[in-house]
């Protein structure tokens, strides 16, 4: 199957999640909109397309099948690109996992969004200031606490026992996590010792290394979801 | 099978979407917090419990199968209860329109929590009225008309063409924003047709209105995720 994944140029962002699965299953696939530009994408969110119309990007077309939502995504990547495990029970779990990283990466974006997403930072920073404290302090030890006792309760390596998208994802939220509060994740990582080791994994995979190493892999910016505002990390 | 819904008692919360999807199917299913008190979840998020550890509430108890995220409940709740399509591009479809339904729903929720869940509403009230501004003018137009737009590409009737637990949750959306925006509703509500009309549709379904009419329907307050704070309405 050659896979059509649709998503904003410039930015990592959501799309990120499902092209480090693609990447890393040596899938075979097109990146379309930086071939062809964002436009590309319109006619799909106009509803102007057969299949389901997505509400927002990223999306992808496998054949006739179009898939919205990072998770859905992954759900339906899985089996085909062995990402998952096979049992039933197993893929309901990744999924269930895969929606707690969609959790907090929402709350990710709207720590530099807490007022509206059509405006810009700049406009809502006091506020930024306040919601990035609690992410900080709050969210962020809940969540990631979370992970490292998940990976803890499927056997120290991986939160389903054997490799699966959900390492991936949790490899692309730690690395957003030290690009956008390193001081913060400095103080963190050492309480959080299977989910820093599993970064270092996943890091390196054969095909996730060549792939962070080539130019498909964009660096971080301050338009992606993760951002890197000094003034709003501390210790 | 018998289900187990867990789930904090005193509002309709995110729990609600789940509720009448087992109330629509006439589901044979225990909502065990209500009757043991919110204390009983406490070993499933500990990780004490077999099965799948939660990150929050809601989740649901199936034989040894444990499912947390309504999205991933409904997805799972599906097939056994009748409210989704057979085919599996339907099943992902399905999937895909309630994804969208959970990110409404976290943007409900913080508008009166824009900057941190674990503070009061009175303390973000300045931050909840800039934000709620934006979910009126924005964001309540672009998910509804997305919902509105669905629903007609599906036939005019259901999202899906034929009922499916994603009909069941668009009416909790379109009720729980009558009762968080009545002014603003009320010039979006006829824009919005074929969605009004699902709501009006969904009422009435024979185990649907009795459910709406017992003492297990509670009614919405300011403790739930639709909250109404005259404030934070306008036309």
């Known amino acids: 199957?050659?896979?059509?994944?649709?998503?904003?140029?410039?930015?990592?962002?959501?799309?990120?999640?499902?092209?480090?699965?693609?990447?890393?299953?040596?899938a075979d696939y097109t990146d379309v909109a930086r071939e062809q530009g964002d436009a590309v994408m319109d006619t799909f969110l106009d509803g102007q397309e057969d299949g389901a119309r997505p509400f927002a990007p990223p999306f992808l077309k496998a054949g006739r099948v179009v898939v919205a939502h990072v998770a859905n995504i992954l759900?339906?990547?899985?089996?085909?690109?062995?990402?998952?495990?096979?049992?039933?029970?197993?893929?309901?779990?990744?999924?269930?996992?895969?929606?707690?990283?969609?959790?907090?990466?929402?709350?990710?974006?709207d720590t530099?969004?807490?007022?509206?997403?059509?405006?810009?930072?700049?406009?809502?920073?006091?506020?930024?200031?306040?919601?990035?404290?609690?992410?900080?302090?709050?969210r962020l030890p809940k969540f990631l606490g979370y992970f490292e006792d998940v990976i803890e309760q499927g056997g120290g390596l991986?939160?389903?026992?054997?490799?699966?998208?959900?390492?991936?994802?949790?490899?692309?939220?730690?690395?957003?996590?030290d690009y956008m509060f390193p001081r913060r994740m400095q103080t963190l990582w050492p309480r959080l010792p299977k989910l820093h080791a599993l970064k270092a994994r996943?890091?390196?995979?054969?095909?996730?290394?060549?792939?962070?190493?080539?130019?498909?892999?964009l660096?971080?910016?301050?338009?992606?979801?993760?951002?890197?505002y000094p003034e709003l990390d501390a210790a």
């Open 1 to 26: 199957m050659h896979y059509q994944l649709y998503y904003w140029t410039g930015i990592q962002g959501r799309g990120e999640f499902v092209r480090l699965a693609l990447e890393d299953a040596g």
């Open 75 to 109: 759900h339906y990547l899985g089996p085909p690109l062995g990402l998952v495990p096979g049992a039933e029970s197993r893929r309901v779990q990744a999924l269930q996992l895969q929606l707690s990283v969609t959790d907090l990466v929402a709350e990710v974006h």
């Open 112 to 138: 530099h969004h807490p007022i509206a997403s059509g405006l810009y930072y700049e406009d809502q920073k006091d506020e930024a200031r306040r919601r990035a404290e609690d992410l900080r302090e709050n």
């Open 158 to 177: 991986h939160p389903l026992r054997e490799h699966s998208y959900v390492d991936l994802s949790l490899f692309q939220v730690a690395a957003g996590l």
């Open 202 to 217: 996943v890091e390196q995979r054969p095909r996730i290394a060549a792939y962070l190493a080539s130019e498909r892999r």
């Open 219 to 228: 660096a971080f910016n301050t338009s992606g979801i993760f951002r890197h």
